[in-house]
């Protein structure tokens, strides 16, 4: 399977077992995009998570002047929209698709499907979210601390 190769790769799978990727690529649907395919907009509901194994895909954020800013340019490894296999919020950005890619495809109602088949496996997905959050935020929480002290100045 192509899957199982970006799954093991990916920061939120490596400690999975051959067998808990065998299991998890499952549930996960291998897509391809064209260069300019939106995958989501800013505001809709998120219904899934994307893993980049090929190409890039833009997330951008419009501006209250109706500017669009970028934000990243995400490629091959980088996956964005976890945060919609767990809650039913909307999207905070825009992701369109800049190069032409591979991308796998976990949905909510596959991840609400492996809970019920697999909670360990389940659970295992969202700790290891949850690590690398926390890592985020730990690394980020300076960087906050020295802006606020600039913008009190």
Known sequence: MAKIKPL??????????DKEIAALAGYVEEKTYTAGTPLFYENMKGEAMYIIVS????LSKMLAEG???TLAVMGPN??????ALLEEGQRTV???VSQDSSILVIKRSGFG???EEEP???LKIILGMYQILSTRIRMASPKLQQLIMEASR
């Open 8 to 17: 093991k790769e990916n920061e939120i799978f490596r400690a999975f077992s």
């Open 55 to 58: 190409g890039q895909v833009k």
């Open 67 to 69: 500017e669009e800013r």
């Open 78 to 83: 980088d996956y964005f929209g976890e945060n």
């Open 94 to 96: 825009t992701a369109i």
């Open 113 to 115: 499907k492996l809970l």
């Open 120 to 122: 360990k496996l389940a």
